[in-house]
């Protein structure tokens, strides 16, 4: 059977051409940076290679890039160690309600030590309110940590309004690029953010490998404690393949951003559309234009999206229900619930996430099966048939 994937927010298959940089690593460049000698220098050069790569794509410096072991390391670094290394002036951090996991329950871990987290609200499309920010900020507030854009429903916040307000304020900004790299233009320096978050397996690259931007003067602690690697910052032996694989796959995911975008934008906006015309009672989930370019995200009134998903995997389809992390459990998505969706309405929704391998060959073949699963599922469904 033909597999079609349509889960490119959740993880991305490996490039070639990252998997072809990171097989001589793998093989031959063994030797541990920190050591003197040769073995351990060619590692070192590797490293430092793809630390400039990193850097360019960025628009930031070298010595502010660390490599960490994913996204979620690179969020609970930034929260945490900020938190801790700046609690003589304050213990109040701000968030939103919509935040990936990473970020929220680092959040509720803080508040188990005393500190104290503002969680504001979204709007129906999931965007927060800059001024809501500007106003929750008090004397104690050190942190404000808002997403670049939502892994469920793919709005895109206006990060850099918001890391405006957070420097008026004299307050640190750190946001979770994590889904917005790769897919849309980011320059650190334009943003106005002091740290940002992003992952390898989002863009292409391998899992298990990330990055932390610390704009140079940001006061941190460290998280991970032992030796001195990345500048004494991060330690543990620094894993080379993957970081040069990482590397190479911010290389090109940013290369033909602008393409690669627009060619998304075309086949999301298109599958959207079917959608809403073709089925009856369905809603549209996020902003209906600052969304991730590859985000489709609707809510399908009366069925389970866990149905749908099955039944779609056994046509080969692999979507999601909303996010990853919450399919298997109860609990409908805070995502959903936050932008106003009822436990039932939420409960019904699918996420599709188009990627650069993506064809309209098989977003057709999404759209001409879909109605059929959602009418013989409705069917049974005591709750569409009253
Ligand atoms: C995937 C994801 C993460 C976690 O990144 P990992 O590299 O899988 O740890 C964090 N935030 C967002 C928004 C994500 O989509």
């Not at 919509?98 to 979204?122: D, M, N, Q, R």
């Not at 040069?244 to 995911?253: I, N, Q, S, T, W």
């Not at 086949?267 to 809603?283: A, G, P, S, T």
């Not at 759209?367 to 048939?385: G, H, T, V």
Request: charged share 25%; aromatic share 6%.
């Amino acid at each position: 059977m033909q597999r079609r994937y349509f889960d490119y927010a959740a993880t991305t298959p490996i490039d070639k051409r990252v998997l072809e940089v990171m097989i001589p690593q793998i093989e031959n460049n063994f030797g541990n940076p920190s050591s003197v000698y040769s073995f351990g220098r060619e590692a070192r050069k590797s490293i430092d290679e793809s630390r400039d790569t990193v850097a360019r794509v960025l628009n930031a410096e070298p010595k502010e890039i660390f490599f960490t072991s994913g996204g979620t390391e690179a969020d609970n670094w930034a929260i945490i160690g900020t938190a801790f290394a700046n609690k003589n002036k304050g213990n109040h951090i701000i968030t939103t309600s919509i935040e990936h996991h990473a970020v929220l329950h680092t959040c509720k871990y803080l508040e188990k030590h005393g500190f104290e987290v503002s969680y504001l609200p979204v709007d129906e499309y999931g965007m927060v309110d800059p001024e809501d920010v500007r106003n929750s900020i008090k004397e104690s507030t050190i942190l404000i940590t808002v997403m670049y854009a939502n892994n469920e429903i793919g709005t895109i916040q206006p990060i850099k309004k918001i890391g405006e307000i957070a420097r008026e304020n004299d307050v640190y900004f750190h946001t979770d690029a994590v889904q917005a790299f790769g897919s849309i233009e980011i320059d650190v320096k334009d943003l106005n953010v002091d740290m940002m978050s992003i992952s390898g397996h989002k863009i292409y690259g391998p899992k298990g490998i990330g990055a932390l931007y610390i704009r140079k003067g940001v006061k941190i602690d460290n998280l991970i404690h032992g030796g001195g690697q990345e500048r004494k910052k991060r330690a543990g032996t620094e894993n080379t393949p993957a970081i040069v694989g990482f590397a190479k796959a911010c290389e090109l995911v940013t290369e033909n951003l602008k393409e690669s975008a627009e060619k998304a934008i075309e086949l999301r906006d298109y599958m959207i559309k079917n959608i809403l015309e073709n089925i009856d009672e369905v809603r549209l989930n996020g902003h209906p234009t600052e969304r991730l370019p590859g985000n489709v995200n609707v809510s399908i009134r009366y069925i389970e999206g866990e149905s749908i998903l099955l039944s779609l995997d056994l046509i080969g389809i692999a979507a999601s229900s909303g996010s990853a992390c919450t399919s298997g459990a109860l609990d409908p998505s805070h995502v959903l619930l936050a932008i106003g969706l009822s436990h039932e309405i939420a409960h019904g929704s699918l996420r599709f996430s188009i990627g650069k391998d993506t064809t309209r060959e098989e977003v057709d073949f999404v759209l001409e099966k879909l109605p059929a699963i959602i009418q013989r599922l409705r069917d049974m469904s005591p709750l569409y048939n009253s």
